[in-house]
């Protein structure tokens, strides 16, 4: 009874990336990479079943209707004058976006917001990401 309760509440979380044919999400980056709340929300639904199923064609992501955008923050800026390259540094943008294509969504839209550490204006940036939110 305990398993099937534990496993009932995975679905409902399931359920609401199911139903949705529109997924907006917030990743701030920490320590190069996600929030660990939001490794441990992928880690719960990423089931078989769930969000994919595995069959003789290999894995099948189950959101195929489904589209997001997805607004990454950083402190830092990976451009050539940080020192950060981001295909050494960067562990939060392709692992979403490789969720997101597992668990089969088609169409995903990003926007970084870099360099929040240290910008003079950091409201402008974040009024420009809450407006592409809304019209996502």
């Not at 979380?13 to 709340?37: C, E, H, T």
């Not at 719960?44 to 003789?56: A, C, G, R």
């Not at 969720?99 to 550490?117: A, C, D, H, N, Y």
């Amino acid at each position: 009874p305990a398993q099937d309760a534990a496993w009932a509440r995975l679905d409902g979380y399931a359920q609401r990336f199911r139903s949705a044919d529109k997924i907006l999400i917030g990743v701030p980056m920490w320590n190069f990479a996600i929030p660990y709340r939001l490794k441990q929300l992928i880690d719960l639904v990423s089931h078989k079943d769930l969000l994919f199923t595995f069959d003789e064609r290999g894995l099948n992501g189950l959101l195929t209707k489904s589209k997001a955008l997805v607004i990454y923050a950083r402190g830092i800026g990976y451009d050539g004058d940080s020192g950060f390259s981001s295909s050494v540094w960067d562990h939060q943008k392709p692992y979403m976006e490789l969720w997101l294509k597992f668990i089969g969504v088609p169409q995903v839209e990003t926007m970084s917001v870099e360099k929040t550490l240290c910008r003079d204006d950091p409201g402008a940036v974040r009024l420009e990401a809450e407006m592409r939110a809304r019209q996502f």
